[in-house]
């Protein structure tokens, strides 16, 4: 019966997706404020380029891989909605893909269903694809890659990983937490990882191989050829293969304009329109200014000990890594839109049966509080760019109370999880097998 439940849910989540694609022609010819994202006239523009013959970058703002200009040039000779009905489309295949890691993972088939449905019906998420917003491709795929690793399919994983990088680079920052839960010690020769059941999910953090009681000089063994695996190593060298081979291909097509637009734009972004980023305002004031590439990147500098700190301490956690490194990410970027909530969304669902945060007192409270100074930079948002009033520092003020927000909700949500890793340790027996092996 639960089964037959998530299906109905699934197919009148497509249904409503539907409805809305449909509405949004509606509101798109009636109505002053479209239903259309911008980004999606953007991507339609760029793939009837490439459909003639031309440069996608020929559209100013097209800052994208070519492939997803590719994905939407059925646009031009099919119908201009394929490329919503296709964003939507990966938005179910998101709901499928944390129904099946959920499964994977011995969460019960209610439970499964439940944590589904804050993807599927949350308004954030649904309204991103039917607008025609990219981003649930890219949810769907680091999805996958979760599925793949938890089945041991590294090959996969790894060529899937090389791509997503390739369209959106954002997901760079999961490398080192992939290359860590690689350890030799959950991996036993000829025979799939064995995977944590969610009955273990109070366990205590595992203090890696000295829980195994196995000599000094094995420990220091473990410690030297868990740097280098042949795991790693393939999978590092697959992703950065595929990686290299599409940029290359991208470059040899597109040339320079396809490395500034796609890769080195973001990388060096400074946008002085206004956003969630606590950095727009200095930025704004300074924009006529020639920042240094070390002015720059220095931004990227507390992300990067943030994510370092969250990384080795829950990698072994995947899903849940997965999840406070990208609301980090997200909360000290130096831009932020309402379409980058869809990255940390997608995992949401995956650590909700080992949270204990419920829906009241602190679950309210983080919801209430996130949500509000959200609306109260929205506010603000609305006086400047629909009002035209001057209300520069007010927005930077809401920016900062965002960002204490997202910080708040952070740590609540990390002290409040009941740490689980994907894989089991191997015991001492298996684990002289796996020395040997790697």
């Keep these: 019966m639960a089964k037959i439940n998530f299906r109905f849910l699934l197919i009148f989540s ?48 097209y800052r994208y891989s070519p492939l997803i200009a590719a994905l939407l040039m059925p646009n031009s000779f099919l119908h201009h909605l394929w490329g919503k009905f296709l964003f939507s489309a990966s938005d179910l295949l998101v709901g499928l893909f944390i129904h099946k890691i959920l499964k994977l993972r ?17 308004p954030f998420t649904f309204t991103i694809g039917t607008r025609g917003n990219c981003e649930p491709i890219v949810c769907a795929m680091i999805l996958w890659i979760i599925i793949c690793l938890m089945n041991d399919q590294l090959v996969q994983a790894a060529v899937w990983y090389g791509l997503v990088v390739h369209l959106r680079i ?18 036993q020769p000829g025979k799939k990882p064995a995977l944590m059941d969610w009955s273990s999910r109070k366990s205590k953090p595992i203090q890696d191989s000295s829980n195994l009681r ?21 999978f590092g060298l697959i992703s950065g293969s595929i990686f290299l081979i599409l940029t ?19 990388l060096t972004r400074t946008d002085p329109r206004h956003n969630f980023s606590i950095y727009f305002y200095h930025i704004y004031l ?67 049966p080992w949270s204990s945060l419920k829906l009241k007192w602190k679950g309210l409270a983080c919801i209430f509080l996130w949500m509000g100074a959200q609306i109260h930079w929205l506010m ?34 990390i002290r409040n999880h009941a740490y ?11 684990l002289n097998k796996t020395m040997k092996h790697d």
Excluded at 220 to 226: A, E, G, M, R, Y
Aim: hydrophobic share 50%.
């Design 14 to 61: 497509a249904i409503l997706r539907a409805f809305l694609i449909l509405y949004g022609e509606w509101q798109d010819t009636h109505m002053e404020v479209r239903y259309t994202d911008v980004d999606y006239l953007v991507f339609s523009d760029a793939a009837a380029l490439m459909s003639s013959g031309k440069s996608p970058y020929d559209r100013s703002t």
């Design 106 to 122: 011995g969460v019960p088939e209610k439970l499964c269903t439940y944590s589904t449905m804050v993807w599927l019906f949350n």
């Design 170 to 187: 954002y997901p760079i920052i999961y490398a080192l937490p992939i290359i860590l839960v690689l350890h030799p010690l959950h991996f």
């Design 214 to 234: 196995i000599t000094d000089l094995q420990c220091i063994w473990v410690f030297l050829t868990s740097i280098f695996t042949w795991r790693r190593l393939v």
């Design 248 to 266: 290359g291909l991208c470059f040899y097509f597109y040339g320079w304009d396809f490395l500034d637009e796609a890769l080195l734009y973001h």
């Design 286 to 352: 300074h924009y006529e200014q020639e920042f240094s590439s070390l002015e720059k990147l220095i931004s990227f500098l507390p992300q990067f000990v943030v994510q370092l700190v969250l990384i080795f301490r829950f990698a072994s956690d995947l899903p849940f890594c997965f999840f406070v490194q990208t609301l980090a990410f997200v909360a000290f970027n130096k831009v932020i839109t309402a379409q980058y909530f869809v990255w940390f969304f997608c995992l949401l669902p995956l650590i909700l």
């Design 380 to 413: 603000w948002g609305y006086l400047l760019e629909f009002r035209g009033k001057n209300v520069f520092i007010q927005l930077w003020m809401a920016s900062l109370l965002f960002l204490a927000s997202n910080i708040y909700v952070l740590l609540n949500i």
């Design 420 to 430: 689980c890793p994907v894989f089991k340790q191997l015991k001492h027996e298996n």
